[in-house]
């Protein structure tokens, strides 16, 4: 890692919620015009953050607060080790670790909705762990490095070697983007939840945090996305943008499912799609 | 800078209405009022809201609930009353079960009125509400106590 | 001066070699001891101070080969191998009349043909003038310290614990006869033979010591004498017993194929050139199915859950420092003859297809020691994964796994163990709130889960070895192996997490109610929680010292392979996150008072229902209704008997491929 890669890590604690917010205002304006509505602001994700850190302070056990920050500090701290170009196994475990502090911050209240919500996300990351390990074993088998720099300095578009690691990521991307049809642990939409799942008893600055997070979680998600067309930056950036169109596009288009679809069918892709994809990289 | 005024989420909480005013009330969310052009978002947790809107009078039962949820709401808060009920007990008022109106639990700040109360009242009335939001807010950062 | 320094050299040589008999004869001696000890506290001074002298013995004995390579010793033994011989025929008579008076047909049968093969073996050896076996029949190396320590350390401090233990044990259960000095004799008598396992160059040494941890693990296993402890007892015996018999099996083949009774080392046999490769081969196939066995891989995993009847720090003793371990060592000394091979890679498959199974297993487990149970055995599985693919790589890894398993699982037990007195359960539901009632040992065991799965711990590093070491290994079956990983890595993730959920889960009312935990096992429980911590941060500083030589000398490994083990720029990032995880709770302390101070409290959301506690709410009419909170267990996915039925129908399919491809070899 040289200093010029160290910089893009650090730039990212300012400018992931930047491009992150922009998404997702983006996100709703789209998703209104797809229900005929005219939605909100583009800015509205950050009218929404900010508000939350204007209010007040209220919590069931103070400790809830703590897990909350380290599941933002480490959410932070994968993003730059992601974009300082570092190792994506360490990406992916210490994203992991981030959402365990966030599913016991969940436990921590013992409340009922949060409860149901922080096991349904334990769920989500059962499914998703094994496809998101067998994108970075992919990459490494074409690559023949672990490292995100290397993976983007190979020359060719990794998406015709990898299309079935690629559909597979897709899958689980939308368990990650918290999008519908597998957004069992809390939704942005109010009318398919459980009060609010994993963030019931997150409230104020709490949620604030939450929200900030995911703000930077999702555009590191759409790194790895770039990742398969990183051979050219425009491509790369079209791609993201088309799959972030797919995305949204299903939301509106499906209705949550319940968790043993979601998961026994994420280990399917997962197996068929890029177990295959694997063994046939051998093979070629 | 404010953000309250942008982005006011709201809890929507039935306390005895006839299910008149609830309907007016989700329909402010269908894309022919879209209130989330406001930033508005149905929540239906209280932790996260911003405005309790309460349809129908308070009855026994639901006395202790509507309390219970407005002190899980984090300062700064507003309660919008919708319809007649909530503001007097309406036609219901003389229930053997009907307590009055919303504040006869707990302080209301705007009370819409109608019955069924029209979206266009509803929405008028969250926006008047807005502006109480932010009142409280600055009342809360100069260190009063939120109400 | 050079004459000098020899002198120095061989000084220090005898002194090594003394110092491995010591560690060999003191617990033996001490078990012997203690047997005729009935005071307590005299017990407890024994039984301290002993564990104190293994423990520092070995801490010495890693100084003091410190920069050492693999060295042998004890080349002439002959008389040695007619008392072993002798004494493996009395452990047979003595299993035998066991196995009368529990009516167990079926393990005396086991027995008996073990005999028979070992007679074939003696007769071998003697016929073909392999008897006067020369060469180095002990022997340490980076490997065997690594072993040594983890035996002398964690397994000391278990004995230690054990007398709290096991004190308040036979108050807890008046109905089972007090034989704590029996008790005491095996525990140490355990550790004496693990520590000969792990130092002997010699297979047939390395056979008898085998051979008594089987038996002791048995005498343990069934110590309660109770209907399911005899009964569970006899099955650990058993399945030991088929890997038992093969082991012997391995010996014969050496014995009437090897041109000279060198081979019967275990130096030479690892090493033999590849026109002998055929020679080490199979002898590795054979004595890793015996490693299988006592490492309770699908299909043998039974006997190990049904171990958890014994008192607790029995499981602790076998899940961590000793018999499993026995198990996963032997087929990491195989590993250089594995690697590359058909059979290693059959090997590796029944170790990844244990991995994920008994990870899902470990879902549906509410029983906390079932689920450390399983989870043993799952993590065992990857180790014998890594073995079995053989390149210094996994081998790394595998090593890395059997320390950051060993230190975090004893902690794992132990604590269980102590909770299990104080709430009366060892369910996880009951556990519920523990960090309110008792937060030292919550904190204790969330460290120890952290380390059995979360990133910048342990276990972690290895998983990620493991990964490259995998997707280098031979393909497709490689890419098998990162399935399974990557399925179960996941898998892990689940009923770890919501585990440390329960612990952390909120509960106001209860108080601390852990005053009343003793001294002995508080130290042992700081101690070992201190060792988490310690292998945590100085994980680069075992690989660098000790493994890496091992790698070099045992796999002709070259340093710039070794090099790509672990990236700089990693290690960095991982040291600076252990850090920050450090930090994190020491901050939560520091703000603990601001936050009180400008936060509300509010009760948890239950549709604005009055909470006042978390096991009810009141419902309408004023009426309290309970309410409870339970973990999810997924029972109709991943179901133990549908799990075991498949991983054992899986599993007996690859290990008859073994022996068919042993067999085919053989002719
Ligand atoms: S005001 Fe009218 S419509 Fe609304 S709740 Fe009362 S009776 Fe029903």
Redesign the pocket.
Known sequence: MDLMHILYGVSFILFGPLIGGIIVGLDRKLTARMQGRVGPPVLQPFYDIGKLFQKERIAVIYSENFWVIAYLIFIVATGMIFFAGGDLLLVIFALTLAHVFLIIGAFSSSSPYAHVGAQRELIQLMAIEPMVILTAVGMYQVTGSFFVIDILAYGGLLIFVLPGVFVGFLYVLTFKLRKSPFDLATSHHAHQELVKGLTTEFAGPTLGIYELAHLYETVMLLGFVYLFFGANPLTGIIAVILVYIIEIFVDNATTRITWQPALISAWIVTIVLGGLNLIGLYLL | MSYLKKSPWILHYDAS?????DIEVLACLTPLYDVERFGIINTGNPKHADIFVI??GINEQSSVVVKNIYDQIPSPKVVVAV????ATG??FRECYNIKGGVNTTIPVDVYVP????RPESIIDGIVAALSILEEKRKAMKKGETPL | MINNDECTIWYQRCFVEFLLLFLIFFPLVLACILLGIRGEKLRDIIVTTGALVIGTGTLYLLIATLGSHATYYLTNTQTVHYILFLLEIGITLFILYLCRKYHQRLVALLVCIQMAILIIFGMGSLTSGHATTEGANLFFDEFSIIMALIIGIIGSLICIYSLGYMRSYHLHHPEISDRRPFFFFLLFLFLSAMFGLVFSNNLVWLFFFWEITTVCSFLLIGYAKTKDAIKNGFLALLLNLLGGITFAGALVYITYTAPSPEYLNLSTLTTAGPDLALLALVPAGLISFAGLTKSAQMPFSSWLIGAMVAPTPVSALLHSSTMVKAGVYVIVRFAPVLEGQFIGMLIALVGGITFFLASCIAITQNNAKKLLAYSTIANLGLVVACAGVGSHEAVWAAILLIIFHAVAKSLLFLCTGTVEHQIGSRDIEEMNGLFVTMPKVATMMLIGMAGMFLAPFGMLISKWATLRAFVDASPPLGILLVLFLALGSGVTVFFWTKWMGKLIGYHEEKKNDEESVNRSEWAVLYIITGLVALVAFTFPLISGTILEPYLISAHNATTESLDKLLFYDDLIIILLMLSLIVVMPLSLYFFRHAWKESYRKVPRYVCGREALSPHSFTGSIGVQKEMGLSNYYLEDIFGELRMLRIGDLCTIALIVLIFAALIGMVV
Do not use: K
């Open positions: 209405s006839c299910n008149g005013c349809t129908g319809g007649i009920c909530a309406g036609v109608g019955c069924a109360a």
